[in-house]
């Protein structure tokens, strides 16, 4: 039996940067084969009527495994219980850009995997209308079914072979459903790999055996970027369960290899124990320098002169001077890590030059070209297999862990599973950067912000901005004030900085929108009303940014939390912020409860969000925002602290997540609009800092402009 | 050789006796519904039930459990209380990321195998050990009460 194999691809989605390529190839069999036929690399349809749809992108826990095949599932006209979700492999060449970042992956694939369902749709109605000798517009497509006027029908399974071998159709004539009528678009709909989860099988990236496996561990510096100048091997290959001990060299890229020593067992346990018997001597002088209290006060030095004016709108040093009320504030943000609950990992087998990697990561494809570079391979001769990610939150953006099991993998000469420890984990982030600010505003008579500057000192990697670390506007207060300034400078650093959920937004939010609740309250104004207030500027919308949108979640989000009306018991606050961030409009109000000794707890939030005209899956979608605001709430308990060039946090005992007793109850509104659908897993973070401490200032008077925000720097601003 | 018994049946394991559970669990058994976050009984995603208390599997030496009833994640859909729980956990959609819900699952069991109706205290207790770095703790929370028959709302702070 011959396959004739043919690979098409539909341009869809052109834009200015560029066209968006989605793979629509499809193997086709001959007519009378009964074997299953692949309808499309993204839908298969079996001819017993079995629909598979491929998730394209890596599944972290945003619940894309399950929305973008409801994409494809609604424009294909199939029952949403007959889809089989299955993992696509990593082939960008086929399935586009497969990555889970940026809040990007409905943003970008909304319209494109419509298409790719309608257009598996139409060639079914295609081969309906062949078999038939009927035209398009006689048929009508339901539950998986194409039906002719005429009554006569047809299942998905039984058009399968036939419409395998039609011709694709043209993007450009394929007409998407009208939303009134979606019937899995806009209904919640269940993780597809829950009901594995709950029974505790073996999906997650650390679940990946292979035989013969070994297991490791891999034992880098103590301090960042220091190099190894020798080590002694003996005494750990000695103790039981070892199977080998080397050294690797590393290769200067702070994404990939660095020095270390690979430990090799038969058991990650074994390996993890015989660590204690290694005394390496690593050339820690890099490090000497490197501490959080000297940022901090090289920091200040840096905000008490000008910076790199990044962005400037008027003469805001003018209009500061003809301020009614003017008004300074430093604020600070902490290094923070990413603590993704399950380690960094990744299993490596590599035969001669054939390498396959099966790994919880956000870029498989960054991660495939890394292990061709790190084992100086040819890319086609590295597999990457996406395996699901026990939490991402932009850490497995990175694949060092690849470029390490690879090398490992080799030099051990058997497949290995390499496993960080939670120390390692802590000890080797890209950790999201610090930074200092200075904000000056000013207010005019009838309280308006008339002037605004900022200043932010960030790190830098050499010359550069620090990976992640940039300052920046997000287009609020460059659109509502008459004048306005962004300025930025810089601290060398060696710690690796990176993408944490809502980078940059995640502590600019902070700084910036309890900057703003210290003018509403200095402008004697509410800060829901100031905020509309300066929203209604008339110059106020433009860019990226619609001030009538964040208008609308503000107003949302005020009268879902009884803003200003509810009755507070002695000790409470509420606090109000809103942010634009990864395209998303975002207004929070928090409830907090603050005792006397300064320790706090956030009752409530209410959050009013706008992502566009469609939620995808609105279960899943409460769940983002609710996720996304604890996360923000328990980052603000958090601090990474660089000594000697080193992180001196080393597992969760010092570096608190938010359990259970502190998880406040969420409340979600999405405020529809028109804009096309975006994304949801960043976006409702940022505001939620801002808002908490907000309402600690409003239930106890303290202003805390530094995190984290711990009882003692509120008993300290109590006592100013 | 150490002899334990894993979801009723018994086992034989030719590890020291300081060899810690949950990596026998996971490397010499291939059971690898529990889960390793922490290594220092931090995080909770390596909980399993012995003697029907749940304990962190990673900071458990096997030598300490021999001759215990040790249940893991892969058994619970074998009792009441585990069906019950994994029902609800998908009928609230509870699972993001997915890493900590065995954990969290096994703590639940133990709570209601102990209280069949916790209230908001008692679940804030017996499920402060166990991490959720996605914080699906309202939907945690509510599904503990759905599989106690229980109205799903958070009254700690009316």
Redesign the interface.
């Known amino acids: 039996m011959t396959t004739v194999s043919r690979r098409l691809f539909l341009q869809i989605g052109a834009g200015a940067t560029g066209a968006l390529v989605v793979g629509f190839a499809w193997r086709a069999a001959a007519p009378a084969d009964t074997r299953p036929l692949l309808l499309g690399n993204y839908v298969s349809i079996d001819i017993d009527g079995t629909v598979t749809v491929r998730a394209p992108n890596p599944e972290?826990?945003?619940?894309v495994k399950t929305s973008l095949p409801m994409l494809i599932a609604e424009e294909l006209d199939v029952d949403w219980d007959r889809v089989r979700v299955e993992m696509a492999p990593n082939d960008p060449t086929r399935f586009g850009q497969q990555d889970a970042g940026g809040s990007m992956s409905i943003h970008r694939n909304y319209t494109a995997l419509r298409q790719v369902g309608a257009a598996a749709r139409w060639m079914l109605v295609d081969a309906a209308a062949r078999r038939l000798q009927a035209s398009h517009g006689e048929f009508r497509t339901a539950h998986g079914r194409v039906h002719h006027s005429s009554g006569q029908s047809f299942d998905y399974g039984e058009l399968a072979a036939a419409a395998s071998l039609l011709q694709l159709p043209d993007p450009k004539s394929l007409v998407l459903k009208d939303p009134a009528k979606f019937s899995i678009i806009g209904t919640?709909r269940?993780?597809v790999?829950?009901?594995r989860?709950?029974?505790?099988?073996?999906i997650?990236g650390?679940?990946m055996?292979l035989p013969d496996m070994a297991?490791a561990v891999y034992v880098k510096a103590p301090v960042f970027g220091a190099r190894l100048l020798r080590c002694e091997l003996a005494a750990a290959r000695a103790e039981?369960g070892i199977i080998d001990v080397f050294t690797l060299k590393g290769q200067g890229d702070r994404h990939g290899l660095q020095d270390g020593i690979a430990i090799i067992a038969?058991?990650?346990?074994y390996a993890?124990a015989a660590r204690a018997k290694l005394e390496p001597l690593w050339d820690t002088d890099i490090g000497v320098g490197h501490d959080s209290t000297r940022y901090r006060e090289e920091a200040h030095s840096l905000l008490a002169k000008p910076g790199t004016v990044l962005e400037e709108k008027g003469d805001v040093e003018a209009a500061l001077a003809q301020a009614a009320q003017r008004l300074t504030a430093d604020y600070e943000v902490p290094f923070l890590a990413h603590?993704?609950?399950?380690?960094q990992n990744c299993t490596a087998r590599v035969k001669g030059d054939s390498v396959e990697i099966w790994a919880p990561t956000q870029t498989p494809e960054e991660g495939r070209q890394l292990v061709a570079r790190t084992l100086g391979v040819a890319p086609d001769s590295v597999i990457v297999h996406m395996r699901?990610?026990?939490?991402?939150?932009g850490r497995r953006l990175e694949n060092d862990y690849m470029a390490e099991a690879a090398s490992i993998a080799r030099h051990a000469g058997v497949p290995i599973k390499l496993?960080w420890?939670?120390?390692d984990d802590f000890a080797h982030d890209f950790y999201r950067a610090a930074s200092y600010h200075r904000l000056r505003a000013g207010l005019d008579k009838k309280g308006r912000v008339s002037a605004f500057a900022a200043h932010g000192v960030t790190f830098a990697h050499g010359s550069e901005v620090a990976q992640a670390a940039g300052i920046e506007g997000n287009g609020f207060e460059s659109r509502v004030v008459p004048a306005s300034r962004l300025e930025q400078s810089l601290i060398p650093t060696i710690v690796p900085t990176g993408y944490l959920r809502a980078p940059v937004s995640n502590g600019l939010a902070f700084v910036r929108e309890c900057f703003w609740d210290e003018l509403a309250l200095a402008a004697n104004m509410d800060p829901v009303a100031f905020r509309l207030a300066a929203l209604s500027n008339g110059s106020s919308s433009g860019g990226s940014f619609d001030a009538a949108r964040m208008r609308a979640v503000l107003e949302a989000v005020a009268l879902r939390s009884n803003w200003a009306k509810a009755r507070l018991a002695k000790g409470q606050g509420m606090g109000v912020a809103c942010y634009f961030s990864h395209s998303g409009y975002f207004a929070e109000v928090v409830?907090v409860r603050v005792d006397a000794d300064g320790h706090w707890q956030v009752?409530?939030v209410w959050v009013a969000g706008d992502i566009g005209s469609q939620i995808v899956n609105p279960?899943?979608a409460r769940?983002?925002v609710?996720?996304a605001?604890?996360?923000g709430i328990?980052s603000m308990r958090a601090e990474i602290t660089v000594v000697n060039g080193a992180a001196i946090q080393t597992?969760?005992?010092g570096f608190p997540?938010?359990?259970?007793?502190e998880?406040?109850?969420?409340d979600v509104e999405f405020v529809m609009s028109a804009a096309a659908p975006t994304g949801l897993g960043e976006p409702a973070l940022p505001p939620v800092l801002p808002a908490v401490a907000n309402a600690i200032h409003a239930a106890c008077g303290a202003r805390v402009r530094q995190l984290p925000l711990t009882a003692e720097r509120i008993q300290a601003a109590r006592r100013g | 050789m150490i002899s334990l018994v894993i979801n009723g049946a018994p086992r034989s394991l030719d590890v020291p006796e300081d060899f810690p559970l949950l990596w026998a669990l996971r490397d010499i058994l291939g059971m690898m519904g529990t889960k390793f976050g922490c290594g220092i009984a931090q995080c909770g995603a390596c909980t399993v039930h012995v003697d029907g208390v749940a304990v962190r599997a990673c900071i458990t030496e096997v030598g300490s459990v021999a001759g215990s009833k040790i249940t893991t994640i892969e058994a619970m859909a074998d009792t009441p209380i585990g069906t019950a729980l994994q029902s609800a956990w998908l009928e609230l959609d509870v699972v993001q990321c997915g890493y900590c819900q065995a954990g969290q699952i096994m703590s639940a069991g133990a709570l209601l195998a102990e209280n069949p109706a916790p209230d908001d205290a008692a679940i804030d207790a017996a499920m402060e050990g166990n991490i959720c770095r996605c914080a699906t703790y309202q939907r945690i929370r509510a599904a503990i009460k759905l599989a106690s028959r229980q109205p799903q709302a958070d009254r700690r702070h009316q």
């Open positions: 972290i826990g945003q619940g919640s269940r993780g790999d829950s009901p989860i709950v029974r505790g099988e073996p997650f650390i679940d055996t297991y039981r038969s058991s990650w346990w993890q603590a993704t609950l399950e380690p699901r990610a026990g939490g991402g939150f496993v420890s939670r120390e409830r009752l409530n279960l899943a769940a983002q609710e996720g605001v604890m996360d328990g597992n969760f005992d997540l938010l359990r259970m007793p998880a406040p109850v969420v």
